[in-house]
């Protein structure tokens, strides 16, 4: 989502006549896109910003701002500990970009009722495949999530605006999208999820469909059903499951049990051949206890995911989990999170090996920087693949599998 944020910005400064300078000591202007899901990137920013006020000094006429979800926050604090910073904005007000350039205002962080209706320009640096925004915000509240604050509540793109966007990508040679909002399966304009995406599936030159991020709660039957029928649909979910004890996904306000969520992992299997699922943990949440920590590690070993992001549970200030008591000591996180990973691990590597000798539909992305002979893509099912040859991004090729890895697969284009 931030990634994508910055493509917006990007295209607003192209708008604006500028364009993209070598290195931040060339710049002019500087825009740092941050993210506040957990207190690392927080960190990390702050950091930076601190490394940034040097390049003032040299060029009196940089100018530093700050977006995305920490200027949405904490936009007085970075003003105050960076006075040198001229503006900041969050990201509901990306589209203000071009007057705060102007000195309209320093901060620019209301909440944005209109944000669904507004078409941003969009810079994409990505070959072949492209982000789109179909849903802003969120309304879900999990006790540890700081995105209902600060990107505002829940509102869908109309349908018109998301089929003009792809149709025009199509049309310059994007061959995947990937639609994406905090909670794809609550989309709701005039149609739903499920008719959007047939509409997507009818549109001439786009060969492949992703959508992050589903909710577990809101994946309904129907919606199973719609992407087993639809072509285009990629055979890869990524299902955040975020813990294996019912008890922790109560206290984070999942509304799901570990039964439930169980139950519709098998209906997916049963209906979409050869998917692959992947998720994200959360561990050493607020009060989870050693038995809570073996029912996530066994859900892992049960459910046999392609692939997990694990995160120590991040207190973020103005969240509900980041007042509950029983905090979890750092070392017991770091623990769990080694043992989760470590388990994972063994289960990618051997859902790998398992592809080692098929032929994969690969998506090119890109090639090797240092070794141009290289190219890297993607297979329906998400997984990476590296292998020998030269063919421009967005190409689709025959890929053998002739090696797997924990990460990536080796192939040989066909
Ligand atoms: N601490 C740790 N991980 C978090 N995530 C969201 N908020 C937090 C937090 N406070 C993780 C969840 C989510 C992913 C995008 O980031 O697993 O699915
Ligand atoms: Fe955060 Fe939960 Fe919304 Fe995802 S669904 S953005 S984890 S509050």
Redesign the pocket.
């Known amino acids: 989502m931030n990634v994508h944020d910055s493509e917006k910005i990007s295209g607003i400064l192209g708008r604006e006549g500028y364009c993209a300078a070598g290195s931040p000591r060339d710049s002019d202007l500087i825009i740092l896109n941050t993210c506040s899901?957990?207190h690392k990137a927080e960190q990390k920013f702050f950091s930076r910003l601190g490394r940034i006020k040097a390049l003032k000094k040299k060029n009196p006429n940089l100018r530093i701002a700050v977006a995305g979800c920490i200027a949405q926050q904490k936009a007085n604090e970075i003003l105050r500990r960076a006075p040198y910073v001229d503006f900041v904005f969050g990201p509901q007000n990306i589209h203000l970009l071009g007057e705060l350039l102007g000195g309209a205002a320093r901060v620019a962080n209301d909440e944005n009722p209109l944000i669904a209706e507004m078409d941003l320009p969009v810079s994409r640096k990505s070959g072949g495949r492209a982000w789109v925004s179909i849903m802003y915000g969120c309304n879900n509240f999990c006790s540890?999530?700081?995105v209902p604050y600060t990107r505002g509540r829940e509102r869908s793109r109309p349908l018109s605006n998301i089929l003009r966007e792809i149709t025009e990508l199509a049309r310059e040679g994007y061959k995947e999208v990937t639609l994406l909002g905090q909670n794809v399966n609550s989309y709701r304009s005039d149609v739903s999820f499920e008719e959007l995406l047939r509409s997507v599936n009818d549109i001439h030159g786009i060969e492949r469909i992703r959508f992050v991020?589903s909710h577990p709660r809101d994946l309904s039957a129907s919606l199973i059903d719609a992407i087993s029928s639809l072509d285009k649909v990629c055979e890869h979910f990524h299902l955040?499951l975020?813990s294996g004890s019912t008890r922790i996904l109560g206290l984070m306000n999942r509304g799901y049990s570990y039964d439930e969520y169980r139950w519709k992992i098998d209906k997916l299997r049963d209906s979409v051949a050869g998917i692959s699922i992947t998720t994200?943990?959360?561990t050493g949440f607020p009060g989870e206890r050693d038995d809570d920590h073996r029912l996530t590690v066994e859900a892992l070993k049960s459910l046999g995911y392609d692939g997990i992001?694990a995160?120590?549970?991040?207190?973020?200030e103005g969240?509900e989990a980041s007042r509950f008591d029983a905090q979890v000591p750092n070392t017991l996180k770091s623990e769990r999170i080694s043992e989760i990973l470590e388990v994972q691990d063994n289960i990618t590597l051997k859902l790998n090996k398992g592809l080692e000798g098929s032929v994969q539909e690969v998506l090119v992305e890109g090639s090797d920087e240092t070794n141009g002979k290289m190219l890297n893509g993607r297979t329906r099912s998400n997984k990476v693949v590296n292998f020998r040859g030269i063919s421009p991004a967005g190409s689709i090729l025959s890929v053998r599998i002739i090696r797997a890895r924990k990460h990536s697969l080796d192939g040989e284009m066909l």
């Open positions: 899901i957990r540890y999530c700081i991020t955040p975020q994200d943990i959360i992001f995160f120590k549970f991040s207190p973020r969240t």
